[in-house]
C-alpha cells in the first residue's frame, strides 16, 4: 500500500513538474517576468507585474480584478516548484491602467503588440527571454540603481566578474580650475533654483499641480540636487583653492 501511495505521489507530482516546465520567461525592458502559455492564453506572475507597475502590494492589486482575470497556479520558478497568483492578459492590461508608472503604457503595448500576436498565432512566446538577456541585463539593472544620482563614477568590468561601481568625490575633477568659471556655474545653479521656487509658489496660489505628475517631482528633484551640487562645488573650489596657495603663503 505505502508503496502504491509512493508511487501514486510520484505520478502526481511528475505530472506538476511537467505542467509547471511550461514556465516561459519573458524580458520586459530589464523585468523578468515568468508566466506560461496554456492553450494559448497567456498568464503572467502577479507579483512581478505588479513590481513592473509600481504596484506595492500584488494581493490588493488582485481584488481589482474579476475572477476571470486572475488565478493560483503552479510555476517552476528559480525558487523550484510554486503556487503562485497568476493574472491573465487581460488583468495585465486592467492593472497598467491602474498603475501610475511612467512605463504603463509601454508595458500595455508591448503586451498586445508584441507578446499576444506571437502566442495567438504559434501558441508560445519565442522573442527575448531572461536567459538570452544573461548577465547583461542583471548588471545593467544594478547600473541603473548605482548611477541614479548625478556625479562621478569609476565602472570597473572584468571577465566574468560583476561590475565593480565607485563613486568618486567631487574634488577629484576640480584639479585645474578658475575660481571665476566655478562661481559663475554655482550662480546659475542658484539662479535657476531660486526661479523654480518663485514658480512653484505662483503654482500653488493658481491652483496647478504640476509637482504632481512625475514630469514634474523629477524636474523639482533635479532643480533641487543641481543648488546643492554647485554649494559643494563652490566649496570644494575654494579649499582647493586654498591648498594650491598655502605653499606660497608658507614661503612668504
Same mark, same amino acid.
Given at each position: ?43 503572467? *506572475?502577479?507579483? +512581478? ?58 508595458? *500595455? ?14 501558441g508560445s512566446y519565442l522573442g527575448k527571454d531572461?536567459? +538570452? ?14 548611477? *541614479? ?45 531660486s526661479l523654480w521656487r518663485n514658480f512653484r ?39 582647493? +583653492? ?11
Amino acid at each position: 500500500m505505502t508503496k502504491d501511495r509512493d508511487t501514486e505521489a510520484g505520478a502526481v507530482a511528475a505530472e506538476a513538474v511537467h505542467d509547471a516546465a511550461r514556465t516561459t520567461e519573458f524580458m520586459f525592458q530589464n523585468h523578468c517576468l515568468e508566466g506560461v502559455v496554456h492553450e494559448g492564453k497567456l498568464w503572467l *506572475r502577479a507579483s +512581478q507585474v505588479c513590481m513592473v507597475l509600481g504596484l506595492s502590494n500584488s494581493r490588493d492589486a488582485m481584488l481589482r480584478l474579476d475572477d476571470d482575470e486572475h488565478t493560483s497556479m503552479k510555476m517552476m520558478t528559480h525558487g523550484g516548484l510554486q503556487t503562485v497568483n497568476a493574472v491573465s492578459r487581460s488583468g495585465a492590461l486592467h492593472l497598467t491602467f491602474v498603475s501610475r508608472c511612467p512605463h504603463a503604457k509601454a508595458f *500595455r503595448r508591448w503586451v498586445t503588440d508584441a507578446v499576444l500576436p506571437e502566442v495567438f498565432e504559434t501558441g508560445s512566446y519565442l522573442g527575448k527571454d531572461c536567459s +538570452q538577456a544573461g548577465v547583461e541585463g542583471v548588471e545593467m539593472m544594478r547600473l541603473r540603481e548605482r548611477l *541614479r544620482l548625478p556625479g562621478r563614477y569609476m565602472v570597473l568590468n572584468l571577465p566574468g566578474r560583476p561590475l565593480h561601481i565607485e563613486a568618486r568625490d567631487l574634488e577629484e575633477i576640480l584639479v585645474e580650475v578658475d575660481q571665476a568659471d566655478v562661481q559663475a556655474l554655482v550662480s546659475s545653479a542658484q539662479l535657476v533654483g531660486s526661479l523654480w521656487r518663485n514658480f512653484r509658489t505662483e503654482d500653488v496660489i493658481m491652483n496647478k499641480a504640476v509637482t504632481e505628475n512625475s514630469c514634474g517631482q523629477q524636474l523639482d528633484q533635479a532643480i533641487s540636487l543641481s543648488t546643492r551640487l554647485a554649494q559643494w562645488v563652490m566649496q570644494a573650489a575654494t579649499t582647493a +583653492q586654498k591648498e594650491r596657495e598655502r605653499p606660497d603663503a608658507l614661503t612668504k
